[in-house]
């Protein structure tokens, strides 16, 4: 090939007079950028990704990762990033792939909104003193008894993990997930790769997606779970398929999907028997019906322009819980140009839909469950006081896990360990660690979440879902803030 | 007591036998003292074996065969069981190495004397390899190893 | 319970740890026979080399006995009364006993020639034997070393250190005849003979003149400003033959270390040790078996019944910087296997689908495994071992068999030790 124009991203800086040369590093690299010939230490720049591992690893604190000092004329609408694009497609004449969420900088409306306290005229409450509620219960809740047949689950805090497949992650992480999950009474959620078997003990805390690859969907499937999720899109790529490549298929990844191995798993863009709500309804209906009333069904769609009218489509065919995904929602992998594109913020879309659902008086047949950048749990409580009933979170859990957001997951060199299959990658993650990191992300998201409501006055979750007087917008535009449904900083009321 | 790493966790990586070298000889945890300006001396091993990693540490046995077989009585066990080499007494006959069926006891080109895991004992310590797996692969093995209160007691940090 | 032990070595220690882990109140008697008191018997060549850095020869600090409350008494037994449960001392004294170990170790062997009693030749088993060479020795004498086994050349490398000009007279066609093959031995040869231990083969001791003379069968006449003797070593069994115990080659014990007499064990060099791999009983003078024996024995006289599974033959040595391991026993009809690089060296006698026996010279990360191999006679085709010696030999590289096994008890301890 002629000369390739990509010029390193980062560069890695060795301290020669700390390096030891024992070549940690080198035995870490997944990319190989780290080489030890005979007692010389050198780098391969190009292939870095700033994942971090040798840094973090060294012992002897001898590695720094730069960026590439300026190796382009600065240009703000010709950023480096978009010229090596360029370069990079004139070199492979391919889509470009991308992992993780949108890193775009485009507005996050969680930055432009704050939060209430109670100051004299109503007081503030010690969480340490007295009890706060944050259970959480999800489901239909327009059933008059309990023997009705709209089965609720219940939360001890509104924080579930959301879906990412075995396969484009590894097992470990399902395994990491799943015991966090137990441990704090909250869900995890399978994505669409089938429940591996060593799992089958955490069903009962178990989300399980029905996608339209039907991967791994089988009765015992099904019955292994809380709740039955039906996924229709994914915030990072609305509208597109899945395409996990071959090389992530291992003969594991294989038994847990049924598939064969080594193959490419091909999810289709759309599910073929769903093409409208009364589809989607007889799926719903199908579900309800093979697992005997008992699970609540949720379905889960990207957030598009016209979520509202959606997502009023889909209570009616029957959801008994509707997440929805934004435009910052993480993948393993997607097509850049879709993930950067396609989509609008969940903030929007969740004051948007249950604003909707307000008025067309279905809000308590479903759940609200939004997802797609929620980063910490002032996003949870604003999220919350938007109209969600729960939050997903997954880019914030796989950090809790190591990840160092290199984006670099459809590679499958994860070097944390965490998406890919590869076993001498995936052993990186050890589940006792990581289900005690999760667990404690949790466990400190639901003391803050304590705080922030005690600040308000407020001792259980259930008063501040929908609240939003507890919002007040800064730096929005009148339309804006029509749209989500808050009052300007400063305005009283 | 005893340590084990788990070898579906194990990376590989080698830091247990860095900070193992640093722990020991007086370079007091100090990896840059220990390999920029001593001679690093790690008492544990890692044996690649078709790409699964071995760790190889002394199982400080119940029954030590290398206390039974040294000549000089320089293997001892300490008080809290741990096994451990006085290296002033050893007058490098081997014979430990050729009695322990792991291969755990090893020689070193600079030092005459024996070098095998002594759990940290000089520092009083938590196993340095335990405490910095990036991975918590190594673990104290709770069937023989003191556990809760007692493993506090032996390494009270 | 009085329990009294006759010897002081290693067995004596031993048993003593294995009393005291049953039982911490019974009263033992500890017999020593050597004039200067308790000590391990294999530093005595380093002791000779150098005699103020090994000055301290004992096997356990200098209060183990006091701690275990053990009352030594410095004698003899001559004479043991079963029936009445009584051994005699040579000092008149009387002990009587509930239970009586004999680990009353062994004596240089002799060869049956006359002139033998020179002021300028010297057994090298005890302490007393190396303190007198020590007096006697010079700095550019000529040394004569008869025998080559573990003991002899261990003598001929404390004296070479110490500046003489040593001979090592071996009778068999190879020096370690027990211990080495011929081949593992002309290697090893060539070595000693370059750090300057000049080594005749296949000769051995005819006569002894007055005047520092010797001459071999061969008829060579080799000038010699010390000789010592190291031909064998002949369990001290005369105790026990007395009193009417079975004595064949050593103490006949049985698995439980007892001899006929249900109240008298015997552990150490004094009995005849079974052969792990093919249950012979044989004379096996090791240190690992000597402590091992006593503490089964004094366990088991503690009213245990630790069984001995016996041991084999091992052997470990550093000579002049080589480390040397050997363990088992030559087959014949045994396919043998051989790897050399540079001064390393491997072999592996293999039969019947089991590791008989293996040399290793400067290869100590794979003589532990292998030992155990042999010991657990872990079966392994011969092909696995032919794989072996194609590759480099070393921990990793050992058959899967070897480490399906070490993975599977992870968790265990050493295997029956
Ligand atoms: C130079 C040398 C080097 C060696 N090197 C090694 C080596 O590297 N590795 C190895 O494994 N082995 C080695 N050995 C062998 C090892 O020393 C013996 O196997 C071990 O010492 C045997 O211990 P024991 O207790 O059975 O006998 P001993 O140590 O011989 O003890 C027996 C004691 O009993 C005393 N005694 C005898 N009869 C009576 C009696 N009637 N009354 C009272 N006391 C009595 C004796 O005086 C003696 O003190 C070596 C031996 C020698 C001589
Ligand atoms: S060195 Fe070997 S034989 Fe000795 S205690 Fe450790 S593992 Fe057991």
């Not at chain 2, 001396?41 to 760790?55: A, E, H, K, S, V």
């Not at chain 3, 025998?147 to 003598?155: E, N």
């Not at chain 3, 004094?270 to 003078?285: D, G, H, K, W, Y």
């Not at chain 3, 033959?313 to 026993?329: E, P």
Request: some cysteine; charged content about 20%.
């Amino acid at each position: 090939m002629a000369l390739t124009m990509l010029a390193p991203v980062f560069k890695v800086e060795r301290e020669e007079s700390r390096c030891i040369k024992c070549g940690v590093c080198v035995q870490q690299c997944a990319n190989e950028v780290h080489h030890l010939d005979n007692g010389w230490m050198w780098t391969n720049d190009e292939e870095c990704v700033a994942c971090q591992r040798c840094v973090s690893l060294c012992p002897a604190q001898a590695l720094a990762i730069k960026e590439y000092p300026l190796s382009f004329r600065v240009n703000s609408h010709w950023t480096p990033a978009t010229i090596r694009e360029i370069y990079a497609q004139a070199d492979s004449g391919g889509v470009l792939l991308a992992g993780m969420g949108n890193p775009r900088s485009y507005k996050s409306y969680f930055d432009h909104l704050l939060l209430n306290a109670s100051q004299v005229t109503n007081p503030s409450i010690d969480p340490l003193r007295e009890p706060m509620e944050l259970n959480t219960s999800l489901g239909n809740k327009t059933g008059s008894s309990e023997l009705s047949e709209k089965p609720l689950i219940s939360l001890r805090l509104p924080i579930m993990f959301s879906a990412m497949s075995f396969g484009s992650v590894s097992l470990n992480v399902h395994k990491s997930l799943s015991r966090a999950a137990y441990a704090m009474g909250t869900l995890w959620n399978t994505g669409e790769g089938g429940l591996h078997p060593d799992l089958f003990s955490y069903k009962d805390n178990a989300v399980v997606q029905v996608a339209s690859g039907r991967f791994g969907v089988h009765p015992a499937y099904l019955e292994n779970s809380a709740v039955i999720e039906i996924k229709i899109g994914q915030g990072a790529k609305p509208g597109i398929g899945g395409h996990l490549p071959g090389a992530k298929v291992s003969e594991e990844v294989a038994r847990t999907r049924m598939i064969p191995a080594w193959s490419d798993a091909i999810s289709p863009a759309p599910h073929h028997d769903i093409y409208s709500i009364e589809d989607l309804a007889q799926l719903i209906e199908t579900l309800k019906v093979a697992t005997g009333y008992k699970k609540p069904i949720a379905v889960k769609v990207a957030a598009v322009h016209n979520i509202s009218a959606i997502a009023s489509g889909v209570v009616r065919a029957g959801a008994d819980i509707l997440a929805i995904d934004g435009f910052r929602g993480a993948t393993g992998a997607a097509p850049m140009r879709i993930r950067d594109h396609v989509g609008i913020p969940i903030e929007i879309a969740l004051a948007q839909v249950d604003s909707r659902l307000r008025d067309e008086g279905i809000r308590q047949q479903v759940s609200l469950v939004a997802a797609g950048g929620i980063r910490n749990s002032a996003d949870v409580v604003k999220a919350i006081a938007l109209g969600a009933d729960a939050v997903y979170i997954a880019t914030a859990a796989l950090i809790a896990l190591g990840c160092h957001l290199c984006q670099m997951c459809f590679t499958g060199k994860c070097n944390w360990g965490i998406a890919t299959t590869r076993p001498d990658l995936s052993r990186r993650l050890n589940p006792e660690v990581g289900a005690k990191r999760a667990q404690n992300l949790l466990q400190a998201w639901e003391h803050e979440i304590k705080e922030i409501m005690g600040a308000m006055g407020i001792n259980a979750i259930d008063s501040l879902r929908g609240n939003r007087l507890m919002l007040r917008g800064i730096g929005l535009g009148p339309e804006e803030l029509k749209i989500l449904g808050v009052k300007a900083a400063g305005e009283e009321g | 007591m005893k340590i084990t790493a788990i070898p579906d966790y194990c990376l590989g990586c080698g830091l247990c036998r860095i900070y193992c070298a640093a722990a020991h000889d007086g370079f007091q945890g100090n990896v840059l003292r220990a390999f920029k300006h001593g001679s690093p001396l790690p008492r544990i091993n890692l044996i690649n074996w078709q790409g699964l990693t071995y760790f190889n540490v002394c199982r400080h046995c119940q029954d030590a065969p290398c206390i039974n077989a040294c000549i000089s009585g320089a293997m001892q066990r300490d008080e809290n069981g741990r096994v451990y080499v006085d290296n002033s007494r050893c007058v490098s006959c081997y014979t430990c190495i050729l009695v322990c069926p792991f291969g755990h006891p090893q020689v070193s080109r600079e030092r005459p004397g024996i070098l095998k895991c002594d759990l940290c004992r000089e520092s009083n310590r938590e196993p340095a390899c335990l405490k910095h797996c990036p991975n918590e692969a190594i673990i104290w093995d709770e069937e023989s190893g003191p556990t809760g209160s007692a493993k506090n007691k032996v390494h009270g940090e | 319970m009085r329990y009294l032990i006759v010897g002081s070595g290693i067995a004596a220690v031993g048993a003593v740890e294995g009393i005291r882990r049953f039982d911490r109140r019974g009263e033992i008697t500890v017999l020593d026979g050597e004039k200067r008191g308790a000590y391990t018997r294999p530093l005595i060549s380093y002791y000779l080399s150098d005699p103020i850095h090994y000055a301290d020869l004992s096997f356990r600090p200098d209060s183990f006995f006091r701690l275990n409350q053990v009352e030594m008494i410095k004698a003899r037994g001559i004479k043991i009364d079963r029936r009445a449960r009584i051994l005699n001392l040579d000092n008149g004294m009387q002990l009587a006993y509930d239970r009586l170990l004999l680990a009353c170790g062994a004596s240089p062997a002799q060869l049956e020639l006359s002139d033998l009693n020179q002021r300028w030749v010297s057994n090298f088993y005890t302490l007393e034997d190396v303190e007198r060479l020590n007096m006697n020795i010079r700095e550019g004498q000529q040394a004569v070393v008869i025998g080559s086994g573990l003991i002899g050349v261990k003598a001929a490398e404390a004296l070479l250190k110490r500046g003489l000009r040593v001979t090592l007279v071996e009778k068999a066609q190879h020096i370690l005849p027990q211990v080495l093959s011929p081949t593992a031995a002309a290697r090893l040869g060539v070595y000693l003979e370059k750090a300057g231990i000049k080594i005749i083969a296949g000769d051995e001791l005819a006569a002894v003149y007055p005047q520092h003379r010797i001459q071999l069968s061969s008829g060579t006449v080799l000038q010699s400003d010390q000789l010592i003797m190291a031909v064998g070593i002949r369990p001290n069994t005369e105790l026990a033959f007395s009193a009417g115990l079975k004595v064949g080659k050593g103490i006949v014990a049985d698995s439980y270390l007892r001899t006929s007499d249900e109240y008298i064990f015997a552990a150490g060099d004094v009995i005849e040790t079974p052969n792990l791999i093919t249950s012979n009983r044989e004379i096996m003078a090791l240190l690992p078996h000597a402590h091992r024996e006593g503490y089964l024995a004094g366990a088991n006289m503690s009213g245990q019944t630790l069984f001995y599974r016996g041991g084999v033959a091992m052997n470990s040595v550093k000579l002049q910087g080589w480390s040397l391991f050997a363990a088992g026993i030559p087959k014949p009809g045994a396919s043998i296997f051989y790897w050399q690089e540079d001064d390393k060296y491997l072999e592996i006698h293999h039969h019947q689908n089991c590791l008989q026996k293996f040399i290793a010279i400067n290869l100590p990360e794979v003589a532990g495994p292998l030992l155990s191999i042999i010991e657990t006679q872990l079966p392994i085709p011969e092909k696995m071992w032919q794989e072996y010696v194609e590759c480099y030999p070393t921990i990793a590289n050992l058959p899967a068999l070897y480490w399906q096994k070490i993975w599977k008890g992870e968790k265990n301890d050493s295997i029956e030790c």
